[in-house]
């Protein structure tokens, strides 16, 4: 449970379902999300996610996932291949490229996405800070390049 801080505040309540198989260096995790938001109502999401350890805790990861909104009436998802950096124990940086479908009465893409991420373990182990730089190449936009900047603080109980 949380609460989104936006106008007006968001309360959302989520559950997370995951199952993890390790083969050698290679990991397979199978995740089933749910969430309620007050604004955004009811959601779901599967995600399909392979890891392959590369050495020195360095990784690479392909993402799979579809999801729902009963906020819209498509199915959407994305396919994302990631390496990620273990900078040290608290720190670590990771390089993404995605493609982002919807499946309406066709299968298309709809954005693509280049992005990178730092995220470091800002105070003992449940706070964590994270920054993103990235660029966005929507459809509607005619895939002109939109560039943005995240900043966000996590924080796990």
Same mark, same amino acid.
């Given at each position: 449970m949380g609460m989104r801080i936006d106008v007006p505040l968001d309360p959302f309540v989520k559950l997370r379902l995951k199952r993890v198989f390790k083969i050698f260096k290679h990991e397979i995790s199978l995740i089933q999300k749910f969430s309620y938001y007050r604004v955004d109502e009811f959601s779901e999401s599967s995600d399909v996610i392979w890891t392959k350890e590369v050495g020195g805790g360095d990784k690479i990861k392909f993402q799979t996932n579809l999801g729902w909104s009963e906020k819209s009436p498509t199915f959407s998802g994305n396919n994302t291949i990631s390496y990620l950096q273990k900078l040290s124990k608290r720190r670590a940086i990771s390089y993404s490229v995605g493609a982002f479908f919807i499946i309406d009465t066709s299968y298309y893409y709809d954005? @693509?996405?280049?992005?990178?991420? @730092?995220?470091q373990l800002v105070f003992k182990d449940w706070i964590f800070g994270q920054a993103a730089i990235g660029t966005i190449f929507r459809k509607e936009d005619d895939f002109n390049a939109s560039e943005y900047v995240s900043i966000a603080v996590d924080m796990i109980f």
């Open positions: 954005r @693509y996405q280049v992005a990178s991420n @730092y995220r």
